[in-house]
């Protein structure tokens, strides 16, 4: 029997590691339908809490919710050049809207569309259609909403909520007179972004521009955050696109200024998804499975009672009960402790690995002899899974508030020390050659890092690192610049970029 | 110019009536791509408000959420028979999973996917599937899990929330180990959606069985909640179905019995939709437009700043201000008021009839005279739109929570009144005739009503409803068992049933 929960490690094998946490925490598996998953119950309230932190960020700096049609016509994907060139190798398209019965009982759609549909990868087209019809005046403007939906790119390889068919997000889409009030929303939800995974997600991000090649179809600039999985490869979990006038002249976005002259609109899109879920598994899950930060885990404390009679199993029930009660008037960020008693019939080492593989922060065993001492056995997720410390109850209550938040600072730091540790600056072409090539010797995903060079935005640079599987991330912008030249063509640049192997 | 805000009114015309309140209100709007609408930020607003209230008893009555694909493979629906007639008409099929630009710089579908796919109609096929492979042992069960999703019914003839080709909407799927249980849970999902429409809604329903020619296709029963609006009409606002083992036979959802033996599972399915929206548009709007139960107006209170110099303006604002800060520290049902200052600069009049038409169910107008006198001019959206009534400002804030209370149950005696006095009991065939012949003469939409019955489940009723454009809405359960003789057959029912035409 191997001594993790979960097997293989990260170490043996990394991406099979990570099937195998989203499979012990029952989050998500594939389902039938080719490329589309299944959000189980555990994985869905782990996207509920993301949904409520983010709506309120939404809502507090001015936008709204609406709702958007699922379809797109083909003509309106046509209008944005770069756009439809991005999207179009994954679009379902819906071509008839009805079925038969063919004579060996199989369906057999009929109904042919005139226009056939496109399954929306993206909303910019649909909602900029309607924005063309809702803004006339500069009065109108700003528009500021977000939708909450499902959206489809095919895909070929899919693999559970990192790349998917179909996923869930959220996409906001805002117009303005201006183009610094459009390039201001821009960076205010990449900001947003940035606050709810350090602060939410525990997860260290680094904000930047993308490089031209890695824009969004159609924008002016990308702007994404930047996090590094356990295998040192990066992840985009968010973008920020400043559109510039691009839709809003494909789409006749205008608007009548103060003095009456027409003006085309300057519009923004944003989103994170369902992604954000793989991301968290893999910046704090261990050998023994899932870590859920406290901000967004669906359960904070399990409640574990003990008992071998009816006797004992009553006394330990009514003690775990008046704690559940004590805990839930207590608070941890804007909301009341989430906790749950866990009274199944099931052997208890089975159930406290349960909860251990689904990643619960706090797991708390109330037991007949703790219950004489009117003490508790509390375990944390981020130490060894079989350490446990008695503790009064009564300080348990008044403390569960900051060991939550112990939990919580605590797995940032932890994230960001081993991000720097696998951080490097360079400064030759052949130190990323062999920084990336050393990389690929010792094991796909064991080793590898995020690399701050000075490369220009040039096509040679891609053919150096296209090879490597190395993709330029994002330009970071925190701190001071630092000119320097292009280490592959020597052109002379602002900023270091920060280069990595990604998802 | 009319003296009401919403032409035409009720009364002249009400199919155009709804248009112009969804309208007026800023609710929603058709969409370019056919029968699909946009939910605008004030309508999905409400929308947001019926979900946080369902969410919340459907986790009480211990339902977790869960996410399925969008997509069903042929196949699949294949496989209940019943099933597959009741939705083929009205399915959206994707057949293609990629775009190419042809020469003429229009995109065509390529890439033909070798089973097509259809869009949920509903999940009971693609979610039963999932279940087969959860549920062994009768420990797994029950399995109570709702999904809030999109669906797809083709639609030709499009009416915003009523009849729409996408909408938005939650279904319950449950599996259960015994026939009771399942039944239990089917008439405990249908009390939860009568209490949420009766109490959240203040939208009174009658509760009961289809006949089977009403029932969802598949199920064994199907129960519904019925409303009536103010044409008298019948609109189905939610439904709850016992599947029996229909599904679980056609998929082979089977569990393991505590003696080792396999058994077919039963099942149940459940849902409302943002139809619910249009139920509560036309129970309680008049002819000045939208007007919203308190516990789902996404603004319960709107303030509203009058004021001439900016010395006034100043004044007046910080009032609004503190007023505002008082209100939101009150609770109405479980939550916070929602208050609302709406300081734009433009008339006051524009401003006000805004609010009118969007249905605020308060409007507290803050001059410098009631300043002076700490006072408030509170309308009602339930009064007529110029009665105002000053009242001390403390007063005020201490009382709103029970003012809203009032014009909350207020709708609802209103609505049951209204439904009471539309509603006859028949005996004859010939009354039934004269009844629902005589609304038809005095014109569409301002006559008519519920007529309670005693009719057989038989088709030679229908052939006498048919012509009338009246169905068996549903078998009341509530009260006692009134046995009768069918009016039309002869044949011996239990309980009169209540018909109607409806949406």
Redesign the interface.
């Given at each position: 029997m191997p001594d993790t929960a979960i097997s293989p490690t990260r170490a043996q094998d990394y991406p099979e590691w990570y099937q195998q946490v989203v499979r012990a925490a029952d989050l998500a598996e594939q389902?039938?339908?080719r490329g589309?998953?299944?959000?189980?119950?555990h994985?869905?309230?782990i996207?509920?809490r993301m949904q409520t932190i983010l709506d309120r960020m939404f809502k507090a700096t001015g936008h709204?919710?609406?709702?958007?049609?699922?379809?797109?016509?083909?003509s309106?994907?046509?209008k944005e050049a770069q756009h439809?060139?991005g999207f179009?190798?994954?679009?379902?398209?819906?071509?008839?809207?009805?079925?038969?019965?063919g004579p060996d009982?199989?369906?057999i759609?009929t109904?042919k569309l005139e226009e056939?549909?496109?399954?929306r990868p993206t909303s910019e087209t649909?909602i900029g259609?309607?924005y063309a019809k809702w803004i006339q005046s500069w009065r109108d403007l700003p528009v500021l909403?977000n939708q909450w939906?499902?959206v489809?790119r095919?895909e070929m390889r899919p693999r559970v909520f990192l790349r998917t068919a179909?996923f869930?997000w959220q996409e906001g889409h805002t117009a303005h007179a201006t183009r610094e009030e459009a390039v201001e929303e821009t960076l205010r939800m990449l900001d947003v972004y940035a606050t709810f995974a350090e602060r939410d997600l525990a997860m260290p991000v680094i904000r930047g521009p993308k490089t031209a090649g890695e824009r969004f179809p159609g924008a002016v600039d990308t702007y994404s955050i930047e996090a590094m999985m356990q295998d040192g490869k990066a992840l985009q979990a968010g973008t920020s696109h400043f559109l510039g006038q691009n839709f809003a002249k494909a789409q006749e976005i205008k608007f009548a200024g103060p003095t009456g002259q027409e003006e085309y609109c300057w519009t923004t899109s944003w989103g994170v998804s369902t992604r954000l879920i793989g991301a968290v598994i893999m910046t704090h899950s261990d050998d023994d499975g899932l870590v859920l930060p406290p901000r967004i885990a669906p359960t904070q404390i399990v409640l574990l009672p003990i008992h071998r009679t009816d006797e004992e199993r009553e006394a330990v029930l009514a003690c775990c009960k008046s704690l559940a009660a004590d805990l839930a008037a207590a608070r941890f960020g804007e909301e009341p402790l989430r906790v749950r008693i866990d009274s199944r019939d099931i052997r208890g080492g089975d159930k406290v690995w349960q909860h251990v593989k689904q990643g619960v922060p706090l797991r708390v065993e109330i037991g007949p002899r703790d219950l004489a001492a009117g003490a508790v056995s509390v375990s944390r997720r981020d130490r060894g899974p079989r350490e446990r410390a008695s503790m009064p109850l009564t300080q348990f209550v008044a403390e569960a508030p900051s060991l939550l938040e112990e939990l919580q600072s605590g797995m940032f730091e932890r994230a960001k020390a081993f991000r720097e540790q696998r951080s490097v600056r360079l400064s030759t072409r052949a130190e990323v050659l062999d920084f990336f090539a050393e990389t690929a010797e010792k094991g796909a995903g064991t080793r590898g890092g995020f690399a701050f060079v000075h490369v220009a935005d040039d096509p040679a640079v891609l053919a150096v690192l296209d090879p490597l599987k190395v993709t330029v991330r994002c330009i970071p912008m925190d701190g001071e610049d630092e000119p320097g030249s292009c280490i592959i063509t020597g052109q002379p640049v602002r900023r270091r970029s920060v280069l990595a192997r990604s998802y």
């Open positions: 389902s039938p339908v589309c998953m299944v959000i189980k119950p994985g869905y309230a996207w509920e709204q919710n609406a709702y958007f049609p699922l379809f797109i016509p083909l309106y994907l046509e439809v060139e179009a190798k994954e679009c379902a398209v819906v071509t008839h809207h009805r079925l038969e019965l009982g199989r369906l759609p109904g056939p549909l496109v399954v649909i259609a309607m909403i939906a499902n489809v095919w179909e869930l």
